[in-house]
């Protein structure tokens, strides 16, 4: 209703009460801006398609509805075409619970723990794939397994040498279990035992499907949202592994460097353009590498954000970045690959665009690797807001880094996504000339 007070989302992520020094939250539903449970449904006609433009436009002016968050993610995800019908998208969703299900299975039959309501946080084997006997080791097997962890390993030894793949993967459950353990455990949703073990399966099925990557740390902080909104636990990792699609190269690392670097290349050039004193400046402390806006790009805010305000800048930057070819390009490509630049063969509707990428659309705004996250341009918009504290108090690197970290619980997400269009906008007319 019009004019109706604003209503705060406390409610939907309770926080524990001990836990007092948790960022406020500042996103509040706004009738007639907010994206509705009814204007939702009305987006849809009869047989099941969806008017995506209308819906990215409603979330641009308010963010979503927390009760139906989770299922507006999985089309600004891709894991749903707009254009589908209610029946397709059900065949969809059975066809990959089906896929979760023998992806979960093949690893139970490696590791037990996989699925039995519990984890572990202790390493189960060793560099070279022997078992680790640690007492602590075994007593979280046998929790796990409700059995002897003494029978598993000489089950697992039995077989001879594990294959080198078996081995990383073992090698990263434990790491999994320590970063589930840690991850937004002021929410009253991870007092559950279950929540958590839900949330290290998933990380540990990912792993297992990308060998690539496989598990580096922050990917619990991405993977976190996706357990809270959906109640089923294919529907959260299908979510998870769409967003991974954007953000893996971030986490893809060499002996020499890793993926995420190259954004910070591109954050030097865009602040060198739209912000050159600021750029110089930090330059001279010894940061022109802008490896202290890692964090930012490699877990998507949520440490700047609170629990609540990081979801709202997420579907607003997802907005602002949609590609209604999303979904036939992750279709045509398997699980533990990134978004390539794939058409399903139509011309692209540029009402069906996000903001940005209708930007991009229209100036070329692509470099070599493709085209630029919105995520870059949040940054340099960042960076922009705090560019008088940063020119004037930053004496070294660790002022840069805490004037940054004090940010944090303070920042205004749609104004930020708001200053990430203005620079790329002047990005785009600028490295044109």
């Not at 990792?237 to 993926?259: A, P």
Request: overall charge positive; aromatic content about 10%.
């Amino acid at each position: 209703m019009w004019g109706a007070a604003a209503e705060p989302v406390d409610s939907y992520y309770q926080v524990r009460p001990e836990c007092t020094d948790v960022a406020k939250t500042r996103f509040k539903i706004k009738p007639g801006k907010t994206l509705s449970v009814r204007k939702w449904q009305a987006a849809f006609v009869q047989e099941g398609s969806l008017d995506i433009g209308k819906t990215l436009r409603r979330i641009r002016r308010g963010g979503i509805h927390p009760s139906i968050r989770g299922e507006v993610w999985e089309f600004l995800l891709g894991c749903y075409d707009p254009s589908s019908t209610f029946d397709e998208r059900e065949q969809i969703r059975q066809r990959r619970r089906k896929q979760y299900a023998s992806w979960k299975e093949e690893c139970k039959k490696m590791f037990p723990v996989i699925g039995s309501g519990s984890f572990i946080t202790a390493p189960v084997i060793t560099e070279n794939g022997q078992p680790n006997l640690d007492p602590l080791v075994v007593q979280e097997i046998n929790l796990g397994t409700n059995s002897n962890g003494s029978a598993f390993f000489k089950k697992l030894t039995s077989r001879g040498p594990l294959d080198k793949k078996v081995v990383q993967w073992l090698l990263s459950l434990h790491q999994i279990g320590l970063d589930v353990n840690r991850t937004d455990r002021s929410l009253e949703f991870y007092e559950k035992k279950e929540n958590l073990s839900k949330l290290w399966d998933i990380l540990s099925v990912y792993a297992w499907i990308d060998q690539d990557v496989g598990y580096c740390q922050g990917m619990s902080d991405l993977c976190s949202p996706m357990i809270v909104l959906l109640e089923d636990e294919a529907d959260s990792f299908f979510c998870f592994e769409r967003l991974m699609r954007r953000l893996r190269g971030n986490f893809r690392s060499t002996g020499r460097s890793v993926g995420v670097e190259a954004q910070l290349t591109h954050l030097s050039s865009i602040t060198q353009i739209v912000d050159p004193k600021l750029h110089q400046h930090l330059d001279k402390l010894g940061g022109g590498d802008y490896l202290f806006a890692i964090r930012m790009l490699m877990v998507q805010f949520r440490r700047e954000f609170s629990f609540c305000d990081s979801l709202y800048l997420w579907e607003m930057m997802w907005a602002l970045e949609y590609d209604p070819d999303l979904f036939h390009v992750y279709e045509a490509h398997q699980c533990g690959t990134e978004k390539t630049d794939v058409s399903n063969g139509k011309p692209k509707s540029m009402s069906q665009c996000g903001k940005y990428e209708r930007q991009n659309m229209r100036n070329g705004g692509k470099s070599a690797e493709g085209p630029l996250p919105i995520s870059v341009f949040l940054v340099a918009s960042v960076l922009k807001d705090k560019s008088s504290k940063l020119m004037t108090e930053a004496r070294g690197l660790d002022d840069v880094v805490k004037i940054l970290n004090d940010m944090s619980g303070n920042l205004d997400a749609k104004k930020t996504c708001s200053g990430a269009i203005k620079i790329h906008k002047k990005y785009l007319r600028k490295a044109k000339k």
